[in-house]
C-alpha cells in the first residue's frame, strides 16, 4: 500500500494573488480612490490629477465656465486648450507682454492684461470686444486689481502715483466708487457680486470689508499673524488667509474662526473657493487639500507630485480646479464631478 500523499496548501498562493490583483487595482485608479484617513474616522476623498505639459512659459491660466478649456498665457503668447483632448484649439500672438489673464464670472469674456493696456476677449469668436489703456482709467493712477463680477461690470483697484489712496473705479461706466487707504494695496480682494471687497492693512494689522454700493464699511477683523494672500469667497460671506503655516477662515455671518491645517509653515499656502462657496481648497505639500467651509472639516484631497503652485482656480460649475506650477511649464488639473 502506498503512504498517502499530503495535500499542498493553497493559503500562501490564495494571498500572493490576492496581493497583486489588490495593488494593481490600488496604483492604476488613475482619477478617483476613496480611503479612510486617519482624521477622526471621516472618510476622504483622493482624486489625482491630469498634468498638462505646456509648450510655452507659464505666466497665468484660468479655467473657462464650463472646465473644458484652460486658457494659458505666455510671454506674448495666449493659448487655449482643450482640457479632455489636451490640444491647443486657439493660440494668439501679442505685440506686448501678457501680466495676466482671467475668465469674467459670466464666462463670455476672457480679461487680458498686458504692459500697457487691458483687453477683453469674446470668448465665442475670440475677438477683442474692447480694448483700455492706462489714460481709460480717468487717470486716477496706477493699475493694481481688476475683476469682472456678475452683471457685466468691470471694476478696477488704482492707486495714484503718492500712494496715498486706492480708487475703486467702474471701468464700464467711467465713474470713481470709492476711495480707502493705500495701505491696503497690497492686498486687496472682490467677490462676484460686484458688491464687496476686503483688504488687509499691516500697519493697523486688521483686515476690512467695504461695499462698493454704499462705499461704507461692513466689517473689521483684527488679525496679528498674517501672511501669503487674502480670499474672499464669491457671496462675500468667507474669507481666508494664512498665518504661520495655517490657514485661518472666518464667517462673516457666525463671526467666527476656523483653523485649517496646513503642513508647510514656511511658505505661503495658496486658497481659493469653490463658486457655490461650500469648499476652500488649500494647496499643501503633497497636492491641495478641499474643506467644507461650513464644518472646516478635510472632505477631499487633490493628490499630486508638486507642493510649489503659484495660483489655483476653480471651473465656475465647480467641477474642476487648476493649480499652475511655479517654476515649471505645467498645470495640475482634477475632475470632482465623480466625488461631488
Same mark, same amino acid.
Request: glycine share 6%.
Given at each position: ?32 480612490? +476613496?480611503? #479612510? ?23 497665468? %491660466? ?22 479632455? &483632448?489636451? $490640444? ?8 506686448? #507682454?501678457?501680466?495676466?489673464?482671467? !475668465? &469674467? ?21 475670440? =475677438? ?55 495701505? !491696503? ?15 488687509? &492693512? ?10 462698493? +454700493?454704499? @462705499? ?12 501669503? =494672500?487674502?480670499?474672499?469667497?464669491? #457671496? @462675500? ?10 490657514? %485661518? ?28 462657496? =461650500? ?23 487633490? &493628490? ?14 465647480? $467641477?474642476?480646479?487648476?493649480? #499652475?506650477?511655479?517654476?515649471?511649464? %505645467? ?10
Amino acid at each position: 500500500m502506498q503512504p498517502a500523499r499530503s495535500k499542498s496548501n493553497p493559503a500562501p498562493w490564495a494571498g500572493i494573488i490576492f496581493g497583486i490583483i489588490f495593488l494593481t487595482i490600488w496604483f492604476w485608479t488613475p482619477i478617483t480612490r +476613496t480611503v #479612510n484617513e486617519w482624521f477622526g474616522g471621516t472618510t476622504v476623498e483622493v482624486i489625482n490629477p491630469y498634468s498638462f505639459h505646456l509648450q510655452q512659459p507659464n505666466l497665468g %491660466m484660468c479655467l473657462s465656465h464650463d472646465g473644458h478649456f484652460l486658457a494659458t498665457a505666455g510671454d506674448r503668447s495666449f493659448a487655449l486648450w482643450d482640457i479632455h &483632448s489636451r $490640444k491647443i484649439v486657439t493660440r494668439i500672438t501679442l505685440d506686448q #507682454n501678457i501680466e495676466r489673464i482671467a !475668465y &469674467s464670472h459670466d464666462g463670455k469674456m476672457l480679461i487680458m492684461i498686458t504692459d500697457n493696456s487691458v483687453k477683453l476677449w469674446d470668448t465665442q469668436h475670440w =475677438t477683442i470686444m474692447k480694448s483700455f489703456d492706462h489714460a481709460s482709467f480717468g487717470g486716477l493712477g496706477e493699475l493694481i486689481r481688476l475683476t469682472a463680477p456678475t452683471g457685466g461690470q468691470l471694476i478696477a483697484a488704482l492707486t495714484d502715483a503718492e500712494h496715498e489712496y486706492i480708487t475703486i473705479y467702474d471701468v464700464i461706466a467711467e465713474k470713481a466708487l470709492m476711495r480707502i487707504g493705500a495701505e !491696503y494695496r497690497n492686498q486687496l480682494t472682490f467677490d462676484s457680486s460686484s458688491h464687496l471687497f476686503a483688504g488687509y &492693512s499691516r500697519k493697523q494689522s486688521r483686515i476690512a470689508v467695504w461695499n462698493m +454700493t454704499s @462705499g461704507e464699511q461692513e466689517d473689521t477683523i483684527p488679525t496679528d499673524e498674517f501672511a501669503g =494672500t487674502l480670499r474672499i469667497s464669491p #457671496n @462675500g460671506r468667507y474669507l481666508a488667509w494664512s498665518a504661520r503655516g495655517l490657514v %485661518m477662515l472666518f464667517d462673516r455671518t457666525t463671526k467666527k474662526h476656523k483653523t485649517l491645517y496646513h503642513d508647510m509653515p514656511y511658505r505661503h499656502p495658496l486658497t481659493a473657493f469653490s463658486p457655490d462657496c =461650500t469648499r476652500i481648497a488649500v494647496s499643501q505639500r503633497d497636492g491641495i487639500q478641499l474643506y467644507d467651509t461650513s464644518s472646516g472639516e478635510k472632505v477631499a484631497m487633490l &493628490s499630486s507630485t508638486s507642493s510649489d503652485y503659484k495660483s489655483l482656480d476653480f471651473s465656475q460649475d465647480g $467641477k474642476t480646479i487648476a493649480a #499652475n506650477y511655479s517654476y515649471e511649464s %505645467m498645470v495640475d488639473i482634477w475632475d470632482l464631478s465623480d466625488g461631488r
